[in-house]
Structure formats: structure tokens, C-alpha cells
């Protein structure tokens, strides 16, 4: 249990320093390009960068092209769980408008580490039942660096 803290604490901190990444990324990029293409590679460079720090930091597991390619399910899932979140809060609830995405996008951070932590520690669900720590299937220890990337 302790350890899984440790992995959300750590998820917390990526997704902080990912979101001052893209904010960053957008400043540098926009006075060269239009504001949604600066937006999008912006997004997409974050992306990547996210994922490199979710595999070695948060989850402490090896990047492999499977997880690369999986790993925009994610921002997906963050996507749909706000942008449903945002509409459920202002039309039904009624709450202000300026308000309402910040409510949104906590909520939805459990859902997006859930998945993340499915798609970036393979077997984790199955190596927690085993009684392996962090659902590592080998049952290695969290902290075991990566000996070779994949990616």
C-alpha cells in the first residue's frame, strides 16, 4: 500500500511538471505557427515526455513500443472523463463555467492513473492478486531501475 502511494504521489508530480511542459512547449512554439498547430505538437511533444516520465519515475517498468503506442489511451481517458464532467457540472449542476474544468480534471485523475498504471506496469493486476509489490508480475522490487530500454 505504501508503495502505491508513492506511485500516485509520483503520477501527481509527472502530470504537474507535464502540464507546465505543454504550457511551455505552447509559449515557445506559437509565435512560429498558428495557435492550434503550436497547440497539438505542443500536446504531442508532452505526450511523449509524459510517458518516458510515467514509465522510469512513476511506475519504475521498462518503455516498450506496445506501451508507447498504448499510452495516448490515456489522454483519451482524461479527455472523455473531463469534457463529460465539464458538461454534467455546468448544465445539470450549474456550476460556474470557470470552475467547473478544475473539478473535472481532478476528478478524472484517478480514472487516467488507473489506466495509465494498466497499460504502463503490464500484469498489474494480476501480480497485486499474487501479492507481488506494485503488481509487478516478476515481484521485483519498486525501485528496480530499468537494466535496458526498449524504446
Known sequence: MKSQLGQILRFGLVGAVNTGTFYVLYLLLHPH???FAAYSLAFVLAMV???FMNTY???RTKPTWKKF???PLTNI???VIQ???LILLVNWIGMNEKIAPLVAAVVAIPFTYLISRRILVPGAVAG???GAPDGDPE???EGTEPTASTV
Do not use: E
Open 33 to 35: 505557427m498558428p495557435y
Open 49 to 51: 515526455g509524459s510517458f
Open 57 to 59: 519515475f512513476t511506475y
Open 69 to 71: 503506442f498504448l499510452f
Open 77 to 79: 481517458t482524461n479527455y
Open 83 to 85: 469534457s463529460v464532467g
Open 128 to 130: 497485486a492478486a499474487a
Open 139 to 141: 515481484g521485483g522490487p
